[in-house]
């Protein structure tokens, strides 16, 4: 496997791991990351704490060369192993989220145009001709889709969130839940997109090996 540069900051990476770097790299010994099995290269002396620049895993890389490389996670095909495999799938997650996200926010917008037409007492538009005997835009139909804009709102945040999570291997449920709201027709970027990506990411997902290596 090639190693890589073992990344180190100069700043906490956050409050919580509150891990320090270095911003620069002299390769002198290689050590593999806990979670992902990743092997990189580090400095001498070792900080104690350090983060794997592929999954964002916090870890003690003196501990780490101490104990030896880990055995290597579960390779799932030829794509390489299970950080690679949930790449995609969790990519197209946010994809999908966020086309859902500014579908939403244009239909509150147009919502909210609508109702100032008709608090001033004017005529709604009509639909297209194709549509126009399917549905009927009505003042009871704009107030009723309303809540329901802001509630697809929510959904792609927590899809974009999931998937996020997904990408990192973090937080299995969460990404179980964005998988299965993309499944949910008319409150995302809708069949057409949504349903196979979601379907996708369920089937990764509910491979044993993918989640054992969630945290």
């Not at 104690?48 to 060369?65: G, M, Y």
């Not at 790449?87 to 239909?107: C, E, K, N, Q, Y």
């Not at 509630?151 to 291997?169: E, F, H, K, N, P």
Request: charged content about 15%.
């Amino acid at each position: 496997m090639d190693s890589v540069p073992l990344c180190f900051k100069d700043e906490p990476l956050d409050p919580v791991a509150g891990a320090w770097a270095l911003h620069y790299i002299v390769a002198a010994m290689q050590i593999a990351c806990p979670r992902c099995g990743k092997i990189l290269e580090a400095p001498e002396p070792l900080p104690t704490l350090a983060q794997c620049p592929f999954c964002a895993n916090v870890f003690d890389a003196a501990e780490s060369a101490r104990s030896g490389p880990p055995p290597l996670p579960p390779v799932l095909s030829a794509a390489g192993t299970t950080i690679d495999v949930v790449r995609g799938p969790a990519v197209w997650l946010m994809i999908a989220g966020a086309i859902s996200l500014v579908f939403a926010i244009v239909d509150l917008a147009q919502n909210a145009r609508w109702l100032a037409l008709i608090q001033q007492g004017q005529k709604l538009p009509e639909l297209p001709e194709p549509f126009r005997d399917i549905v009927q835009i009505t003042p009871a139909v704009v107030v009723a889709s309303v809540p329901i804009n802001f509630v697809r709102i929510m959904i792609a945040a927590v899809i974009i969130y999931g998937a996020t999570r997904m990408r990192r291997l973090e937080s299995y449920g969460l990404a179980m839940t964005a998988s299965i709201l993309s499944l949910v027709p008319c409150l995302n970027c809708g069949c057409c997109l949504g349903m196979p990506i979601g379907i996708w990411a369920l089937v990764v997902l509910t491979r044993p090996e993918v989640r054992a290596s969630f945290r």
